[in-house]
């Protein structure tokens, strides 16, 4: 059950857009459809921000976005703002268990 | 609205056991699992396991199995975690999460988090 891959690290300016990609062991990420983000600001509980790889649970805003390709799962965020300055971790089922990324840091310039 | 409500943090020696209960409100209980999350401070989120409180049944991640026990007591709709043979690894925030009934194959409902220092 090892972490799923996630730059440690990614920024961006407000306004832009940012792409987080989560990459898993072929048996991780690519065959189940439970992928799944969270969004942490310091001292917080985590926050479900996409779920079954492409769905936002209500009263997200749309500038978050999911997709998946092959074996990497991938978090988009537009328009950045500040507020969007956090930690985010994926996640993903693996047919016994879950396993989280490593989470990557967004920072806004 | 569902709420997970944690216990308080606790304090634990070096070999000792450390037991944190979340209790939850707002649903059937029996309804939906209850996932333990271990996050190290200024460490990531890893998943430590589930119970399903309608038949007790559990699964634990590989890295706690043998030390982690998670249990579920449906006349108090409190789930609990079990840890034992603590060590300073262990000095972290445990979270639980379940669903909210919107969502059912992720975590969208989580406690406040409960921190444990092992520590002499």
């Known amino acids: 059950q090892s972490a799923l891959t996630q730059p440690a690290s990614v920024s961006g300016s407000p306004g832009q857009s940012i792409t987080i990609s989560c990459t898993g062991p072929s048996g991780d990420v690519g065959p189940y459809d439970y992928v799944s983000w969270y969004q942490q600001h310091p001292g917080k509980a985590p926050q479900l921000i996409i779920y079954d790889v492409i769905n936002r649970p209500s009263g997200i805003s749309d500038r978050f976005s999911g997709s998946r390709s092959g074996n990497t799962a991938s978090l988009t965020i537009s328009g950045l703002q500040a507020e969007d300055e956090a930690v985010y971790y994926c996640?993903?089922?693996?047919?016994?268990?879950?396993?989280f990324g490593r989470g990557t840091k967004l920072t806004v310039l | 609205e569902v709420q997970l409500v944690q216990s308080g943090a606790e304090v634990k020696k070096p070999g000792a056991t450390v037991i944190i209960s979340c209790k939850v409100s707002?649903?059937?209980?029996?309804?939906?699992?209850i996932y333990w999350v271990q996050q190290a401070p200024g460490k990531g989120l890893q998943w430590m396991g589930l119970v399903d409180p309608e038949d007790g049944e559990t699964i634990y991640a590989d890295p706690f199995k043998g030390r982690v026990t998670i249990a579920a007591d449906t006349s108090t709709d409190t789930s609990y975690l079990e840890l034992s043979s603590l060590s300073s690894v262990d000095t972290a925030l445990y979270y639980c999460?379940?669903?909210?009934?919107?969502?059912?194959?992720?975590?969208?409902?989580w406690g406040q988090g409960t921190m444990v220092t092992v520590s002499s």
């Open positions: 707002g649903y059937t209980f029996t309804d939906y699992y």
């Open positions: 999460a379940t669903h909210s009934g919107q969502v059912l194959s992720a975590f969208d409902v």
């Open positions: 996640n993903s089922y693996t047919g016994s268990s879950w396993v």
